[in-house]
């Protein structure tokens, strides 16, 4: 890939050039890494929102299921059942 710049540059230089190319790859492993965790983190979250969300929903249920059997103990016992 350097062949090229043996002619126009001095060896050091070369050399400089491909340490600089292997930390920008190395930075961009970086970045990718970081988005990948990023990406699991908020998958996380979605997940336990989800959690939570179908928690409150069977309490609700169970609250409105208590409601209506208040009402209709209530209802039979005001027809004397």
Known sequence: MYK???GAYSPSTVV???AAHSVSSAVDVAVVIVIVVVVR???AHIISSAVVGVV???AVAHVISSV???IVDISASAEGC
């Open 68 to 70: 209506v059997v208040d």
């Open 16 to 18: 400089l050039i491909a």
């Open 4 to 6: 090229f710049l043996v």
């Open 41 to 43: 983190v908020a998958a």
């Open 56 to 58: 409150v929903l069977a």
